[in-house]
């Protein structure tokens, strides 16, 4: 008789707990992570009935670099932090479940691209779980613990969030940040002094890793270029502006030419892939940069100019 | 030798919640308090003042909360199949003199060498020398303890300071007692317990830099940057620094527990109460753990040694 009462008090408390953790699962995912960037433009990308001629994915330097106003036909669909894997998922996923006619598929290639520090940095699990298969990313990379945090982010999507909730409930400009078709204005300036300083610390461990070609991130960026071959998508490669300080920093650590020739001979043969250069474009304009290697709003309306009459050039067979 | 061990409801009760509150102090108190003190040891060169000296503090207490948690996670599973193991660590952090630290620190590889080792050193007969050899024993064991966690000179150099901590304790002891008489702090017993705790605390926290350091290089360069009066001012600007107050409220947090429990007993407490009570607080520990804990695969440090 004990015994059993006391297996109903375990089976309570159990379910006590699942109830709870549902509803905490619920609450982050619905009403945390909905203030998140990623999960606005998410919402608007889907919401906006209309098709886009440029779709432009990756990283930070196009988030705040791009201005799709000025590009035209476009969405700026790139994410901070956001690595070629993820690239990868969301494209597969926009192809595959979304009903947009897309022309041209943008992916920013700078020195950092395939940084083996990149291929681990995962964030937000729970906005990734929609587009990543954790499972399969698990297998290919070997690693177990992915697995996990796909489980992890699909049932307990606010577990070790602290941080995300502690936003969520206390920081003033939650849901607030600029957004314009995707791209994030930033209004830093380079130019002054304490800018410079404190980015170069910021960006010293990104830089000092020797690893520039990782294998794995590499493999996803072919399984990108298949992915755009088989549904007739042309991919732009493009080599974002940077500063001079941050392009001599850089030129000291990466043997350059050599990181350039080994991307050439993976883009050999691919059709319909093109690479547009522009990192020396703003070598005497500091004040068209946030830091060393992101553009601030005056710069991303300036290069998205320039970017507009390259593409358009492109188009008509004339890079 | 051969002992029963039965199953017991009580038994997996207390496991459970040993273990619970291994796991707190693990994934939330020390894998947080690991970030910020990576952070720093990993460069020592852009790291100064205040910078250096917390990341000193925080490491004494990550040390503490990731190797105690590790124990009480053992022993909590231990109990839950009905093994009652020792306790390894008694709120080192109260400890008021570097022996009484010591006695409360990782109780059981300190018994053990002093049981086996201490003991067995030779005293000799010569009272003259007995004093001496005394220290020197001491010394040569608490040497040995810092080798135990790694063949590295930096754990040697660790054991020493310790060594000469404990053994300054015992020779300045009639001088530091005058002392306290002198400017009548043995009046207020509260107020000299608290100053001999911040003490012992200030001092055992600087030592883990050693431990704690990549290389011999990079302790000299800690030391250089946590002194260095140009930059000291400056930088307690990061005393504003969110993570850095989430790290002391964590700290208080662990303080403020575990004196709760040492002095009112409120596990026994909450075993009285009925489920209305003690299921929210079970409710709201474990999720308080999935919410501030870190999981990115962080061993435990002990693992190491």
């Not at chain 1, 001629?53 to 670099?65: A, E, I, P, T, V």
């Not at chain 2, 307690?236 to 040492?262: R, T």
Request: proline share 2%.
């Amino acid at each position: 008789m004990q015994s059993r009462k006391r297996t109903y008090k375990i089976l309570g408390f159990i379910i006590l707990l699942l109830l709870a953790n549902t509803a905490l699962d619920w609450f982050y995912k619905n009403k945390v992570m909905a203030e998140m960037i990623n999960s606005r433009k998410d919402r608007e990308f889907y919401r906006l009935q209309e098709d886009f001629k440029y779709l432009l994915l990756g990283d930070s330097h196009f988030q705040n670099g791009v201005n799709p106003m000025i590009l035209g036909n476009a969405y700026n669909f790139s994410s901070a932090n956001e690595n070629i894997i993820q690239s990868y998922y969301k494209l597969k996923y926009i192809i595959e479940k979304s009903d947009k006619e897309l022309d041209y598929i943008l992916l920013p290639l700078d020195l950092s691209t395939f940084n083996s520090i990149r291929s681990d940095r995962f964030k937000y699990h729970a906005y990734w779980i929609k587009y990543i298969n954790y499972y399969e990313l698990a297998r290919h990379k070997k690693d177990k613990s992915l697995f996990f945090t796909g489980l992890f982010a699909r049932y307990m999507s606010y577990a070790g969030n602290y941080e995300t909730f502690y936003r969520y409930f206390f920081s003033e400009g939650k849901g607030r940040s600029q957004l314009i078709l995707g791209y994030r204005p930033k209004h830093g300036d380079f130019k002054s002094k304490k800018a410079r300083k404190d980015i170069t610390q910021l960006h010293e461990e990104l830089y000092q890793s020797k690893h520039w070609l990782d294998d794995d991130l590499i493999s996803y960026f072919k399984r990108i270029m298949d992915l755009c071959e088989n549904n007739s998508l042309k991919l732009v490669l493009v080599k974002m502006p940077v500063s001079k300080q941050h392009h001599e920093k850089i030129s000291k650590v990466v043997d350059m030419e050599n990181y350039h020739q080994k991307i050439n001979q993976i883009l050999a043969d691919k059709k319909d892939v093109y690479v547009l250069d522009y990192q020396t474009l703003f070598f005497e304009h500091d004040n068209y940069f946030n830091n060393p290697d992101h553009l601030n709003a005056r710069g991303a309306d300036k290069f998205s100019a320039q970017l507009k009459t390259d593409l358009e050039k492109l188009e008509h067979g004339n890079p | 030798m051969k002992e029963k061990h039965e199953f017991s409801w009580a038994n997996l009760k207390s496991g459970l919640r040993l273990m619970l509150w291994g796991f707190f102090k693990k994934v939330v108190i020390a894998d947080h308090l690991s970030l910020y003190i990576n952070d720093v040891y990993a460069h020592p060169h852009s790291s100064v003042g205040i910078e250096i000296w917390l990341a000193s503090a925080f490491f004494a207490f990550q040390l503490y909360c990731d190797f105690s948690a590790y124990s009480d996670i053992a022993i909590g599973a231990a109990r839950t199949m009905g093994f009652r193991l020792m306790k390894n660590f008694d709120r080192p952090f109260t400890a008021k003199s570097f022996s009484e630290f010591w006695n409360r620190w990782h109780i059981s590889l300190n018994t053990w060498f002093r049981d086996y080792f201490l003991f067995a050193l030779p005293f000799g007969k010569n009272k003259k020398w007995m004093k001496f050899r005394v220290h020197l024993n001491l010394t040569i064991t608490v040497m040995l303890i810092g080798l135990w966690h790694g063949a590295n000179w930096t754990f040697v150099l660790w054991g020493g300071l310790m060594a000469f901590y404990m053994v300054f304790e015992s020779v300045t002891r009639k001088q530091r007692t005058a002392l306290v008489h002198l400017i009548r702090l043995d009046r207020t017993p509260v107020l000299l317990g608290y100053i001999q705790m911040l003490l012992v605390f200030s001092f055992m926290a600087i030592s883990p830099i050693l431990f704690r350091a990549n290389s011999f290089s990079d302790i000299g360069t800690l030391v250089l940057n946590a002194t260095q009066s140009g930059t000291f001012f400056s930088s307690f600007a990061i005393l504003k620094n969110h993570e850095v107050v989430y790290n002391v409220a964590l700290i208080l947090l662990l303080l403020w527990i575990e004196f709760i429990q040492a002095k009112y007993n409120f596990v026994h407490w909450l075993d009285t109460k009925s489920v209305l009570l003690r299921w929210p607080v079970y409710l709201l520990f474990i999720l308080c753990l999935l919410i501030f804990g870190v999981f990115n695969e962080q061993e435990f440090y002990y693992f190491q040694f």
